[in-house]
């Protein structure tokens, strides 16, 4: 189907492309680069304070994607996310939606931005690397006075409103006038989070698909259950779905509804995020056999027993239960690290789970990478295989025999949270942008498996290459990070494994290390949709400051100058607020009662005074786990009747002083061998003070200040 519109509008690029220049090369750096951009004469756009956008009228209700999502949005959704975003990203800037049939004899206001789909025929040249169609494509034609976004599915529309927020953010509200053509290199641009061995709340894991969005990312693996290792029966295990089993998900408050999975999987739809979750089994399977211990190897407890009779009909009815939770066209069932002597029970076991996930829930299944020795079975051909280690596959060699296969590659794309010793905890940016090939150096991108050996690796062009996603894995269990730490660990690399799996390396446009560093720090801070830095907005340094000395009435001013006016109710303040993130450094003078209790309250952390020892010392409480000061107890004849104490924190620690005296770093002890690790909390201002804890004084400021000049014990 041609519209009219697209006709006229395809005749006016026409028009436009011999008023081209020839200059292909500079767009804006944004976070991926875009594949292709001509300059006009046509002018820039700037955005205005008030504009419309347009939904073409013969395309808002299209859902045309051809990835791995159910629940496609429609380009009408996608505009309304658009515009939202923008004015989250532009406060002053007013867009309203309209739906508008932009057929012959539709001229756009001066300010427009046109969202549409392109006919067919138009949309076929877009292409992955491997030559197949994709839906994600866009162009993008700029002119003084509208912008036409024109995607080869409704997805790819959504991508053009990335491209040109990004852009106005780095270009000071202007994107330059010429048409950009783009598409991804691979379909498969995800990243996984190990939500088995650590609690995340799932608004978290919903900002994060926000910010994975940002930079084009078409996948959220969600590791859903697994457990420490060893052979103890006992050890932490979980699955993340909450089952009418109540046997196998008993922590319910450590699991997610059915509605809050559903919630989630359709926020991140929304931003053309797919959730693809992961239920592993038969290895890393302690929370079925916790369930029924019968189904363990003997040798194992994390390990079924393939061969025990109800083995099989357990995990099967697992799948059964959550197959209709599922709105992705693949799932991934785990299956690493089983027992090699047992091949065969293994093969045939991926094999009954495929047919059965096929039938029960039409879906396909990934498995990760395990070379099995059997030369009597094998894995079938129609199972995804995300390759993570040589030491487990060879890639290529799976691609050669007819596998589609995902580069989860460990030297590039693994970390381990806070502490590893094979593993870095944010991805290695050196590698990255220049170690992808040991000898030659130069930019990773996904089809590179081997970084010392070339022909281990297929072409960019080789379509059962899929793509790649980053895993973030939790080995150390659930205390030994934040949930909001697992973010920082990310934060910076996520973006170079977007950009990469946007576009190959080899590709002319391709994004630099300094155009990267340049655009990040900006590109980062305007990510919409999530606030995962935690930021507040703030006129000074001084965020907010109370101060009860002076206050008789309910309501207690803030001095700052922001306006967060606090109210006072049984000696605590309730705020406007809730966290702050980093960098931050807070103070808080109270009675030195020594007796426990909470004086700082948020929804990401807490901050108290706990027993310890023979004492009293400080401590942070993050979903419900208590990170206590060590090394640190108050006096218990303290020479002061008030105390003051500071926090200063960043993305990399959390530092204490009381009453002007550094007294230590919060750490955690991962295992006795080990060295402390230091913990990073964001500091908590929902409420100040708490039963039996009046804080009299409280300031917090944006970044670290000078602990002498803050300090009333510093200052005569
Ligand atoms: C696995 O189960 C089978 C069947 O019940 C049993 O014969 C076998 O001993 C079990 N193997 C191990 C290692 O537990
Ligand atoms: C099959 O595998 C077994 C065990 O790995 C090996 O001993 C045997 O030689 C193999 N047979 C063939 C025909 O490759
Ligand atoms: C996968 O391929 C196998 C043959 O290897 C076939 O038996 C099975 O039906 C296929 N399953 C699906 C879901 O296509
Ligand atoms: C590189 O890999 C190929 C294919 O696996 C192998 O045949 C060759 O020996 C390797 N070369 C080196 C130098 O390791
Ligand atoms: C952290 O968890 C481990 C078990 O994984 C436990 O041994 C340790 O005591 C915990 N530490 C704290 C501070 O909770
Ligand atoms: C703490 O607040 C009290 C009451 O306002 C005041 O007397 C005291 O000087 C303050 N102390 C510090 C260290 O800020
Ligand atoms: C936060 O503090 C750390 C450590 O001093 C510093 O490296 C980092 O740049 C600071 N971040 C910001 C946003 O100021
Ligand atoms: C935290 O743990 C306490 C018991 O230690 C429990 O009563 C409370 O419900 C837990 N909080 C959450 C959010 O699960
Ligand atoms: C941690 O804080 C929560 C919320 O304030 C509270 O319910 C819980 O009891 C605290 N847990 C611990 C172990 O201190
Ligand atoms: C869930 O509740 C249990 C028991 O009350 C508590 O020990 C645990 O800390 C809670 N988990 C979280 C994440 O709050
Ligand atoms: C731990 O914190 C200390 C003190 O702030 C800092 O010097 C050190 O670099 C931190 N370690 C890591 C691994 O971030």
């Known amino acids: 189907m041609v ?133 994600e494509g866009y162009q993008l034609t700029t002119t003084s006075s509208s912008i036409t976004i024109s995607g080869s599915g409704a997805k790819g529309s959504f991508w053009g409103t990335r491209t040109v927020l990004q852009g106005l953010v780095i270009n000071g509200g202007k994107i330059p006038g010429g048409i950009v053509k783009d598409q991804p290199d691979w379909e498969t641009r995800g990243f996984m989070l190990d939500v088995g061995r650590q609690w995340y709340p799932i608004t978290f894991l919903t900002e994060l698909c926000a910010y994975a969005s940002w930079f084009k990312m078409s996948e959220f693996h969600v590791h859903l259950s697994d457990n420490l290792p060893g052979v103890d029966p006992n050890a932490y295990a979980r699955l993340r779905l909450r089952s009418m089993v109540s046997e196998l998900t008993p922590h319910v408050n450590e699991t997610y509804s059915r509605e809050q999975f559903e919630d989630f999987q359709q926020q991140c739809a929304a931003r053309g995020v797919t959730v693809i979750p992961e239920i592993e089994s038969p290895g890393h399977a302690l929370v079925i056999s916790q369930w029924k211990p019968q189904l363990a190897l003997s040798s194992d407890p994390t ?106 590659e460990d030297s590039f794309q693994y970390i381990v949270m806070k502490q590893s010793g094979s593993f870095p905890q944010q991805l290695d940016q050196n590698r990255l942008w220049t170690g992808a090939n040991t000898a030659s150096g130069g930019i990773w991108d996904p089809h590179v498996f081997d970084r010392e050996n070339a022909s281990n690796n297929p072409t960019i062009t080789d379509p059962r290459l899929h793509g790649a996603i980053l895993a973030a894995w939790n080995d150390h269990g659930r205390n030994a990070s934040t949930y909001l730490e697992a973010f920082y660990s990310i934060k910076s690399g996520l973006p170079v494994i977007a950009a990469a799996s946007w576009q190959a390396a080899s590709r002319p446009n391709h994004l630099t290390r300094a155009q990267f560093l340049s655009s990040f720090p900006s590109l980062e801070r305007a990510a919409p949709g999530q606030n995962l830095d935690r930021r507040i907005p703030s006129k000074g340094s001084i965020v907010v400051e109370y101060d009860l000395s002076s206050n008789q009435g309910a309501t207690v001013p803030d001095r700052s100058g922001n306006g967060y006016t606090g109210t006072l109710s049984g000696g605590t303040i309730q705020t406007p607020l809730m966290s702050k993130g980093h960098n931050y450094t807070l103070l808080v003078n109270t009675t030195s009662a020594v007796t ?87 500091a908590p201002v929902q409420q100040i003070g708490g039963p039996g804890k009046q804080v009299a004084r409280f300031v917090l400021w944006d970044g670290l200040q000078d602990i002498t000049a803050i300090s009333a014990f510093h200052v005569q």
């Open 3 to 135: 519209k009219p519109y697209l006709q006229l509008a395809l005749a006016g690029i026409v028009w436009i492309s011999l008023s081209l220049r020839t200059v292909t090369a500079a767009f804006l750096p944004i976070v991926p680069a875009v594949h292709t951009f001509a300059t006009s004469s046509a002018g820039d756009y700037q955005l205005p304070s008030s504009l419309r956008i347009v939904v073409d009228a013969a395309q808002a209700s299209s859902r045309e994607d051809n990835g791995l999502s159910l629940i496609p949005p429609t380009l009408s959704a996608f505009a309304q996310t658009f515009a939202s975003d923008l004015r989250q990203t532009f406060p002053t800037t007013t867009a309203t939606v309209v739906t508008l049939d932009v057929g012959a004899g539709f001229t756009p206001n001066k300010g427009d931005i046109i969202l549409t789909i392109l006919p067919d025929t138009a949309a076929a040249q877009f292409t992955l690397a491997g030559g197949s169609h994709t839906t």
């Open 303 to 408: 390990l079924l027993n393939l061969s025990f009779p109800d083995t099989i009909p357990t995990v099967k009815s697992i799948w059964q239960e959550f197959l209709p939770w599922i709105h992705s066209k693949q799932v991934s069932i785990g299956a690493d690290e089983y027992d090699s002597a047992l091949a065969d029970d293994y093969n045939n076991f991926v094999n009954t789970m495929s047919d059965f996930i096929s039938q029960q829930g039409q879906k396909e299944i990934r498995i990760w990478g395990t070379n099995e020795p059997s030369n009597r079975t094998s894995v079938s051909k129609n199972i995804t295989i995300q390759h993570w280690d040589f030491g487990q596959d060879d890639p290529f060699s799976l691609i050669r025999q007819g596998y589609n296969v995902i580069n989860s």
């Open 596 to 682: 426990p209790g909470t004086l700082l309250t948020g929804p990401d952390d807490t901050f108290a005074l706990v027993s310890s020892g023979r004492g009293l010392t400080l401590a942070f409480n993050s979903t419900n786990i208590t990170y206590p000061l060590s090394g640190f107890t108050f006096p218990t004849r303290p020479a002061s009747p008030w105390m003051e104490i500071i926090i200063t924190g960043t993305e990399a620690s959390t530092s204490a002083f009381v009453n002007g005296a550094h007294v230590g770093e919060f750490k955690i002890s991962i295992s006795r061998t080990s060295t402390p690790q230091n913990m990073s909390f964001v």
